[in-house]
């Protein structure tokens, strides 16, 4: 359910961000965040959030799957990954773009906001059926906002 909050709250900062007007480089160090926080709440869901922690401190130098099939969780998540990609190309069109002060400018529009939920939703709902269950599409959004 944290996961799930948390994604919530990053994608209401994904939607604000989208429509102000802010240079096209803009965004990396939100991409990174997104994708480190993304990589440990994937990883806090194949082994566990306890070993996982103990992990990633130092306190354990072994990993034993959360999940019965790892591998299966792993695919979903390279599908995922997929389809993160290709509802941000079919959403970058709804951007308009100009150039302001020898620099290029990006703004979202409305229809930016409709592709990014409908996006979420075929995340969420994809994951659910290709992992088998909704906490995975819980655990990878943020992965997945990253993409």
Do not use: C, N
């Not at 160090?29 to 070993?51: R, S």
């Not at 290709?86 to 020898?102: F, N």
């Not at 620099?103 to 979202?108: A, M, P």
């Amino acid at each position: 359910m944290a996961s799930l909050v948390i994604g919530l709250a990053a994608l209401a900062l994904i939607l604000v961000r989208q429509l102000r007007a802010r240079p096209l480089e803009s965004g990396v160090v939100l991409v990174l965040v997104l994708g480190v926080l993304g990589l440990a709440e994937t990883g806090a869901y194949l082994f566990g959030k306890d070993q996982f922690t103990a992990f990633v401190k130092g306190q354990s130098h072994h990993l034993a799957p959360a999940v019965p099939d790892v591998r299966a969780v792993i695919i979903a998540a390279a599908g995922s990954l997929v389809l993160a990609a290709l509802t941000g190309a079919l959403r970058a069109p709804s951007e308009r773009l100009w150039r302001q002060d020898g620099q290029v400018w990006r703004k979202g529009t409305m229809l930016t906001v409709v592709l990014w939920v409908v996006s979420l939703g075929l995340h969420l709902g994809y994951d659910a059926v290709a992992a088998h269950g909704p906490d995975y599409g819980d655990a990878t959004m943020l992965l997945y906002f990253a993409v």
